[in-house]
């Protein structure tokens, strides 16, 4: 039976506890323990390698080594298999549910409704809900800016290829981004731009790339695997999204715009254990401000100037002094 009541960490625990109660004179029933670690368990529809997952599961895995939560997984969960999943997890007692609704919002919301003292974490388009549904995204349009600053004032052939997953919000706000650094310190970069319509498809996203290369494109920006691989093989530069990658491409990856859940993660957690979680849009904990967002470069492979003015521009980002506009549109190529 759905309830209006707002996510109750302790109240679950303790109807939970109360079901596994022999029917027995004086037996107590046992109160939930604001000690005990979070109960977490995720839900990913992609291998935990991919970049975006990886960036929750190492957030996870770090609370879980410092003792605060317990933490299992579930990847590669088709869509069409995803509302059985999260209701398994809710039915098994876990306190916080963390996944991806990106492609099934209103069958996600609805689980997440008739689990009311089950906390949800999803990455989302869209708002939060009541009771217990929180979302979040990966806001690294900052740092997206910021190596787009970098390869407009490095590339020759003045042409940026730019290989992505699909053309949604949460990717097209940080291409348009990449796209406005560029060309704010070079006004002449053109732009190759293609979605493979995938998540994870190494091959395609590397022909994808390649195509771009025959077209002159001298650096790739790698939404996606694989594109990284193509400029390695064909000796260009690289722009690294979510992850920093440039061990794996040395002399390939030129600059890297990273996302950093830690701090998402860890305030939610921090919420559900002391029963004060509220739906809530948790977007904004992966600003720069506030750590979830960082710009590295290979300073060996960008002219210093580039580097200087890039680095000045991040500090005028922390400081509240520059704000990199928010543009959710498809980019489109130039070319």
Do not use: C
């Amino acid at each position: 039976m759905l309830t209006s009541k707002p996510f109750s960490r302790a109240r679950r625990a303790m109807l939970t506890a109360a079901l596994a109660v022999t029917v027995s004179a004086g037996l107590s029933v046992p109160s939930a323990n604001a000690a005990d670690p979070v109960k977490v368990a995720a839900i990913y529809t992609v291998p935990v390698e991919q970049q975006w997952v990886s960036r929750i599961d190492k957030a996870l895995k770090a609370a879980q080594e410092r003792g605060e939560i317990t933490y299992t997984f579930s990847e590669n969960v088709a869509n069409t298999d995803y509302e059985r999943v999260m209701r398994e997890y809710a039915e098994q007692g876990m306190d916080l549910v963390v996944g991806e609704a990106f492609a099934v919002e209103r069958a996600a919301r609805k689980v997440a409704a008739e689990y009311p003292d089950t906390a949800f974490l999803m990455g989302s388009s869209f708002g939060p809900a009541q009771p217990n549904f929180a979302v979040f995204d990966n806001w690294i349009h900052e740092p997206s800016y910021l190596s787009g600053m970098i390869a407009g004032a490095t590339t020759k052939s003045n042409v940026i290829g730019m290989v992505g997953g699909y053309a949604i919000p949460e990717v097209n706000r940080l291409m348009n981004a990449f796209m406005e650094g560029a060309t704010s310190v070079n006004p002449d970069v053109k732009f190759l731009v293609t979605f493979i319509n995938s998540w994870y498809d190494p091959p395609k996203a590397k022909e994808a790339a390649f195509a771009m290369i025959d077209k002159g494109a001298d650096i790739l920006y790698a939404e996606r695997f694989g594109v990284s691989d193509a400029a390695k093989e064909k000796g260009i530069l690289a722009i690294g999204n979510v992850i920093d990658t440039a061990s794996d491409y040395p002399g390939t990856i030129l600059s890297s715009a990273l996302w950093h859940m830690e701090p998402t993660i860890d305030k939610a957690i921090g919420l559900v254990a002391s029963d004060t979680f509220e739906p809530a849009d948790f977007g904004p904990y992966s600003f720069m401000s506030y750590g979830g967002g960082s710009f590295v470069v290979d300073e060996s492979l960008a002219p210093a100037d580039a580097v200087s003015a890039a680095k000045a521009k991040e500090q005028e980002i922390l400081d509240g002094l520059f704000r990199v506009n928010v543009n959710d549109s498809e980019p489109k190529s130039t070319m």
